[in-house]
């Protein structure tokens, strides 16, 4: 009676490994609940924005002192670190806001140094040396690249602790692997670096490229950051070239 019973349970249970197996194979990663991606890509590029923030010239920071703004972003990092140290997974409502409030602080400190630079290259006073000026420039056109990637990571399905629990089925932004996933290993979904790319593509080719935007806040966001990207990269460059002239 008892061999019956085991063998009973182990077919039952061959069952239900068989069951999961086919569901995850219908089912792609992006759409089922999954492991948070590893915490340490997007804190490393976060710390490269505080960085370049520090290398800008002081007419163009902010708030004064100049390393006010990056002290208070690398204080609410810590606080994301501290709460998700390995991966990005969902804990407690107010880590999505502490997030959110960074990249804020984040957008905010590059927006107002991206206008200053613009209404001194508009009113002449740029500076007089080409090199300086397209260091600036740089600068700020990678931090802009860094920006909008944490916004479309932050908000792409409600964000990644929200992608990490499935709870949204619709893509803001389609990847080829969700197009072709004979092509993609059958545990792929979005992280940071995707987005990152996605948002390196769009600042140099000021339109979208293999990932295509599908919800309207998509691509009103994609949209500002290729007009952002064309405006900073013409005037510095223009500027640029007739000082050398």
């Known amino acids: 009676m008892n061999d019956d019973m085991d063998d009973a349970e182990s077919r039952l249970a061959r069952i239900e490994r068989l069951l999961e197996s086919g569901e995850r194979e219908l089912v792609p990663a992006w759409r089922r609940a999954t492991r ?12 490269t924005a505080v960085a370049l923030q520090l290398t800008l010239p002081h ?7 100049f390393w006010a703004m990056p002290a208070l972003e690398l204080f609410l990092l810590a ?21 959110l409030v960074l990249i804020c602080v984040i957008s905010l400190t590059n927006g107002w140094s991206a206008v200053r630079l ?11 040396q080409a090199v300086p000026l397209l260091l600036t420039g740089g600068v700020i056109w990678v931090t802009n690249v860094i920006v909008f990637a944490l916004w479309y990571w932050e908000w792409d399905r409600g964000g990644p602790m929200a992608r990490v629990q499935g709870q949204h089925q619709f893509a803001d932004f389609l990847f080829v692997q969700m197009q072709s996933p004979q092509f993609a290993p059958p545990d792929w979904e979005p992280a940071f670096l995707d987005y990152l790319y ?29 007009t952002v990207s064309l405006v900073t990269v013409v005037l510095v460059v223009a500027r640029a070239v007739n000082i050398l002239k």
């Open 118 to 128: 613009v209404a001194d290259l508009v009113n002449g006073t740029g500076g007089d």
């Open 36 to 47: 948070g991606e590893p915490r340490w890509t997007v804190t490393a590029v976060i710390l």
């Open 79 to 99: 606080g994301l670190v501290a709460a998700n140290p390995r991966r990005v997974e969902p804990r407690t409502r107010w880590l999505r806001w502490l997030g």
């Open 198 to 226: 996605l948002s390196f593509t769009n600042a140099t080719a000021f339109s979208p490229t293999d990932v295509m935007p599908m919800s309207r806040w998509s691509k009103m966001l994609m949209m500002l950051q290729s």
């Open 59 to 65: 007419r163009l920071i902010l708030l004064h002192p």
